[in-house]
């Protein structure tokens, strides 16, 4: 497993297995020193599916990082999420999740909060123009 660097005001983990290995959940939140809000990354085997579950007020934030995931709601809505694709997800509404492949294992980022969001609040550091970079409108 390679390891997690701390620094002053920061945290890196290079890879998932920095902060766990096998299928389930790598605790992001734990293992970063997240405060803010919850976040998993979670490896599910081929043609695993969850249980349905739901909370009492945490809004969550599904990412596909790795593979196919099915993501199916409380109403019997479904749909499918390649690498890259993202749902949102209220408090609750019931959620479970299907890898849809039969041969390779999945890999999700849930992100999860309470109490809304914070807005616009990024600053520019003294002596910098564009945080962004080339090709950003601030």
């Known amino acids: 497993m390679s390891e997690v660097i701390m620094g002053d005001g920061y945290a890196v983990a290079h890879d998932l297995d920095a902060v766990g290995e096998g299928y389930g959940f790598r605790k992001l939140r734990q293992e970063l020193g997240v405060t803010e809000f ?7 085997p081929p043609g695993y ?9 945490q809004q969550e934030l ?8 099915e993501i199916e709601f409380g109403d019997g809505a479904a749909h499918k999420l390649h690498e890259g694709g993202a749902a949102r997800v209220d408090a609750s509404t019931v959620r ?8 390779e294992d999945a890999t999700y980022v849930v992100i999860g909060a ?17 945080p ?3 090709g950003f409108n601030n």
């Open 38 to 44: 919850g976040v998993n990354a979670i490896t599910i």
């Open 132 to 134: 962004r970079g080339p």
């Open 96 to 103: 479970r999740i299907r890898n849809l492949s039969d041969s």
């Open 62 to 69: 599904y990412f596909v990082h790795r593979g196919e995931i």
């Open 114 to 130: 309470a109490e809304g969001y914070v807005g616009r609040d990024g600053k520019v550091p003294e002596g910098e123009d564009n």
């Open 49 to 57: 599916e969850t249980g349905g579950h739901f909370h009492e007020r």
